[in-house]
């Protein structure tokens, strides 16, 4: 059996991975952040040795335990604290990346608590760059792919916010930029510059038929799709 400081350090080694992948969270202002994350750490590190060390004295010949129940407990159990970091807006989805970051952070406890210092420092470097450095490729090679823009042409005041929100319903939550300009020559008009983030061709078309039908609304142009349109 380990020593008692031995347990401590591995409950403090354990608050310390738990931080670095807690402080990625915490700096995007996360609900589950650098002490949700240290607190799951040291917590199924804390259950990983008591599972482990902590029915020593009742074993004998005839009672024999096995140190994996608890920590199978830990694995299906913080799945409940996971979906607490979930949000549902509309059609939006958001959190997932940070609940499955707290799940992580359980094994990385649950490797802490069993000994098992080098893979739970790699899994905390790994995840970290899973976090904190593929974000940008994916927002940069995946996330402008799925960005799409639209030009509109309506009378003044005929596509206001609230308007925006009636035509579009749930879609409205797939507005990444929204501005209003003055027509140039027509002061009775405006050009509506739309920006949409993360559609799918599917839902795009759909977007821009709900907003054609907007009273007020004389043209809507798909700069992508239109080679002579010019952006305002």
């Known amino acids: ?13 354990s608050a310390l991975l738990g931080s670095v992948i807690g402080y990625e969270r915490e700096r995007l202002a996360w609900v589950a952040g650098l002490r949700t994350h240290m607190l799951v750490c040291v917590g199924s590190t804390l259950i990983m040795i008591v599972s482990a060390y902590g029915f020593s004295e009742v074993l004998s010949e005839r009672v024999t335990l096995d140190p994996s129940r608890m920590a199978a407990q830990v694995v299906s159990g913080i799945g409940f604290l996971g979906a607490g970091a979930i ?16 799940w992580s952070v359980a094994g990385i406890g649950l490797a802490v ?5 080098t893979p739970a420092v790699a899994a905390t470097v790994i995840i970290l760059i899973i976090l ?22 309506a009378e003044r005041d005929a596509l206001s916010l609230d308007k925006l ?3 579009l319903g ?15 020559g027509a002061p009775q008009q405006d050009d509506i510059v739309i920006t949409f983030a993360r559609v799918t061709p599917m839902q795009f078309l759909a977007l821009q038929k709900r907003l054609e039908a907007v009273p007020g609304v004389s043209s809507v142009k798909d700069p992508d799709a239109d080679p002579d349109t010019v952006q305002p």
């Open 170 to 184: 749930a879609g409205t939550t797939r507005v990444q930029q929204f501005i209003i300009r003055q027509k140039e």
């Open 1 to 13: 059996m380990a020593s008692e400081w031995e347990l401590v350090g591995r409950l403090a080694f």
């Open 132 to 153: 904190a450095g593929i974000k940008p490729l994916e927002k940069r090679f995946i996330g402008s792919r799925q960005r799409r823009e639209l030009l509109i042409t």
């Open 87 to 102: 949000l549902a807006r509309g059609e939006i989805v958001r959190g997932l990346t940070t609940a499955a970051s707290v």
């Open 113 to 117: 608590g069993g000994g098992l210092y």
């Open 165 to 167: 929100h009636e035509a």
